[in-house]
C-alpha cells in the first residue's frame, strides 16, 4: 500500500506540474498575441477583430503605418488581411442615411457586399475580408498626398490609424492604409471632349444652295445706303436668279443673319472696313443687311467725328460713318485703295507725288484703332503699274524711297505691305482687350476675252460651279500674311470665284453701251455672304 501510495502521490504531482506549465504556456502565448509577428502570421491579431461600437458604427482597427504609405495610394488601395473567416450579409451606407445597418452576430461575418452611394461615385467591395479591393480611391483636392488632399478637401485633420469607409456629401472616399506591397497603381483618366481643341470651322469650303427666303432686302429699295450704280434691279437686267442663292459651309454651321441680332451682338461697339471699292460694296450691302433695306431716320451720320467729310471739290468723301442709337452701333468705312500710308511729298503742289509707305499703315487707321472694335481690311486691284502711276504714288520702305529690285516688282510690294500692315495690326490687338481684326481675302475678276478695257466681258447668267471642294484659301498671300497673327482670315475668294454671274456685266442705269464691270457685284448680292461671314465670326 506504501509503494501504491507513493506511485499515486508521484502521479498527481506530474498532473499539478502539467497543469501548471499549461496555465503559464496560455498566459504567455495570450501575452504574446499581436506583438509576436510569428504568432501574427499564424493567429489574426486582436486588433483586426470585427468589434461592434455604440451608435452603429463599424470600425476595423488596426496599427497605423508610415504617411510615405499612404502618399502612394492616391485612387486604388488593394488590402489583404490576415486569413480569417469573417461574415456580414449586408452592410449598406448613403448619403441621407446617417446610420449603418448590420444585419448579422459578430460571430462568423463575410462581407458579401458593401456599397457607399453619393452623386458621382459609387464604390463597390464584394470581395471577403481577406482579400478587401477599393476599386475606386479619388481624393478631390491638392495632390502634394493622399492624406494631405483629403484633409483640405473635407476639412479632416485627424491622422488616420484605422480603416474606415464613409461618405460625405456628394463625393465619396475611402480613408485606408494599405500594406505598401499590395498597392495598385492608378491609370491615367479619360480625356474629356472638352480638353480636345476644337476644330476651326473653314467657312470658305461648302456649297451654294437655293433659298426662297433670299435676297435679305430688296434690291429695289435701301436707297438710303445703297449706290444706283450697284443695285443691279434698277438697271436693264431681267435675271435675277443670283440673288436666291445661299453660302453653305461643309464643315460648320453659320448663323442666319439678322440685323438686330447683329446690333446685339455690337452693342457700344464700332466696325471699320478699310480698304478699296470692294470693301465699300461690303460697307453698302452691310448697312441694307442691318437696315432690311428700309429708310431709317434714327440713324445718325457720324462721319464728322472721324474727319470723313466731303472736300471741297471732291466727288464724294473718303469714307462714313453711321450710328444706330438703339444699341450704340457704329458702322464705317474709310477708302485706302493701296492699305497703306499716303503722304504728299511736296503738300503745297497740287500736282504732287504721294509717298507710299509700304510697311506702315493708313494715317486714319492708326489714328482711330483705340475706338474701334471689329476691323476688316482688304486691298488687291489697285495694285498694278497703271494704278500707281495714275495716282502718283511712289514706294517707300523705310521712310525713304525705295531702291530694291525685288521689292519694286508690283507682286512683292503688294506682299511686303499685306505682311507689313496685318503684322502692326496683330500687335495692335492684345493693346485693346475684345478688338477683332479681320482681312479679306481679295474678291475675283471675271473678265473673259479680254480685260477691262480691252473687251473683257462677264455674260453669263448661271454660276461656274456650286460647290468649292478647298481645304486651302485660293488667295494664298493673304492667309500667308495671317498665318501666325492675332488676325483672322475672312476667306471669300473661292465662294466668290464660281459666280461669274453675279457681277454688274454691261448693265447700267443709263443703258447706254460701254466697259463691262467684271469686278464690282450687283447688290443684293455676293458681298452680302461676305458680311454673313464676318457675322458669324464677330
Sequence with gaps: ?????????????????????????????????????????????????????????????????????????????????????????????????????????????????????GDEEVVNIASPLNSITAPSLDIQGDNKDSSTAREKHHGNTTEVVEKSVSSEGSETYIDSKPPKQQLVEPTSPKKQDSDVEEKACNFGKGKWVRDADRPLYSGFGCKQWLSPMWACRLTQRTDFAYEKLRWQPKECQMDNFSGPEFLKRMQDKTLALIGDSLGRQQFQSLMCMITGGEDRQDVEDVGREYGLVKARGSVRPDGWAYRFPITNTTILYYWSASLCKLEPIDPGNKTTYFAMHLDRPPAFLQRFISRFDVVVLNTGHHWNRGKLNANRWIMYVGGKPNTDRKIADIANAKNLTIHSIVKWLSDEIPKYPGLKGFYRSISPRHFFNGDWNSGGTCDSTTPGALEVFK??????????????????????????EVREEGHISRYSIRGTPGMQDCLHWCLPGIPDTWNELLFAQI
Design 1 to 117: 500500500m506504501k509503494g501504491g501510495g507513493g506511485y499515486f502521490y508521484e502521479w498527481r504531482m506530474k498532473q499539478l506540474s502539467l497543469l501548471f506549465f499549461f496555465v503559464v504556456s496560455t498566459t504567455f502565448v495570450v501575452w504574446s498575441w499581436g506583438k509576436n509577428p510569428l504568432f501574427n502570421t499564424i493567429f489574426p491579431s486582436h486588433g483586426q477583430v470585427l468589434q461592434l461600437f455604440p451608435g452603429g458604427e463599424v470600425k476595423v482597427k488596426e496599427v497605423a503605418q508610415s504617411k510615405d504609405d499612404l502618399r502612394e495610394a492616391q485612387r486604388f488601395v488593394n488590402v489583404s488581411p490576415p486569413e480569417i473567416s469573417i461574415n456580414t450579409p449586408s452592410l449598406n451606407t448613403q448619403e441621407d442615411e446617417g446610420a449603418v445597418n448590420l444585419a448579422s452576430p459578430l460571430v462568423s461575418i463575410n462581407t458579401p457586399s458593401l456599397k457607399t452611394r
Design 471 to 496: 481645304n486651302e484659301s485660293s488667295d494664298s498671300m493673304a492667309s500667308g500674311a495671317v498665318k501666325g497673327t492675332n488676325v483672322k482670315l475672312l476667306d471669300i475668294t473661292a465662294l466668290s
